[in-house]
């Protein structure tokens, strides 16, 4: 039996993840800080019997070192995430992402004759503006925000000291996920659960730009499928795309969250541009299936309805306003 840690193993995608890995007969181990702005309490969204929890933060040395007691693969998924709030939280920003990554590696090594896979969760943010149609890993990488350049020097860090060290190392450049549980109180995760959250609050969701970008939506399931590919199979150390490879305009996604919620009031882009957003990324997924067997199994459609079914059971405080208010106090909307 393998012993996982899981960095930010309470978050969204650590929350399913780590449920997974428990079902394949995995011990885990969480390490989390529970972020306020993350999560509503200090909670994990599974029991003891599933994990093992150790509240700490992935800066704090004696805490990685006591997560990493016995492990032999990691997931590294905390994070400070949202690009406009990257943009003015700079230093939290780089300490969170840049000097957590390279604690958690400094223990890591300390313990490398035991570790025999490191997964660390990269974005599609890190490539800035994609291929007008699919964006393959040999796109150039010219990140446009601070979260985004934040996540390039993780996944560039770690696959550095895996190749020194001969420790089996991946990057995942997560596409845009989306799926039930994904906090509907952050105004800074991911754009499916923001709309959500607005529509469920009788508002229209707020749309940058004319809402012709396009993005590639993947269902939490298939992001825990690739984790789980790059866990369990021998694999070069390397960065991969999980996506699904389908193109989704920001307004179609709009319009149909709130035809399912029943929301008939007008949907119309802002035209304002945010700094840091781009207009296209789309994944190419070709070289994740051909090396792990990758499919992406979930469509759009039956993944809205999986997270609107969710959803509408929740009750989800709006803080986009403030969140908006803030970007054009800074200039970072125009």
Avoid at 212 to 238: E, M, W, Y
């Amino acid at each position: 039996m393998s012993k996982v840690l899981v960095t930010g193993g309470a978050g969204f995608i650590g929350g399913h993840l780590v449920r997974y890995l428990s079902a394949e007969g995995n011990e885990v181990r969480v390490l989390d800080n529970f972020d306020p702005q993350i999560h509503k309490e200090a909670k994990l969204r599974y029991g003891d019997d599933i994990a093992e929890c150790i509240v700490g933060d992935v800066r704090d040395s004696d805490a990685v070192a006591r997560s990493l007691q016995g492990v032999d693969r990691i997931v590294h998924l905390a994070a400070a995430v949202g690009v406009g709030q990257s943009m003015y939280e700079v230093k939290h920003y780089i300490d969170v992402n840049c000097n957590g990554t390279a604690v958690l590696w400094e223990e890591i090594l300390k313990n490398r004759d035991r570790v025999r896979k490191v997964v660390v969760a990269s974005s599609m943010s890190i490539y800035g503006e994609g291929h007008p149609e699919y964006t393959g890993e040999d796109h150039p990488v010219r990140p446009t925000s601070v979260y985004a350049v934040t996540k390039r020097d993780q996944e560039e860090v770690s696959l550095s000291l895996g190749r020194a060290y001969e420790i089996p190392t991946v990057a995942l450049r997560f596409f845009n996920v989306y799926g039930p549980e994904q906090s509907l109180n952050n105004p800074y995760t991911g754009v499916a659960a923001i709309f959500a959250s607005r529509l469920l609050n009788g508002e229209a969701p707020v749309i940058f730009g004319d809402g012709t970008q396009t993005r590639d939506f993947i269902h939490i399931s298939d992001i825990v499928q690739g984790i789980s590919l790059a866990l369990n199979k021998d694999c070069p150390i390397d960065a991969y795309n999980v996506g699904t490879g389908v193109k989704t305009s920001i307004l179609y996604l709009a319009n149909c969250l709130a035809k399912a919620l029943h929301f008939d009031g007008e949907i119309s882009p802002t035209g304002r541009i945010r700094a840091g957003d781009v207009l296209h990324c789309v994944a190419d997924i070709g070289k994740i299936s051909n090396v792990l067997g990758y499919a992406s199994k979930m469509s759009l459609d039956k993944g809205l309805q999986d997270l609107i079914g969710w959803a509408a059971e929740q009750k989800s405080d709006d803080h986009v306003n403030v969140a908006v208010d803030e970007l054009v106090s800074r200039g970072l909307l125009e």
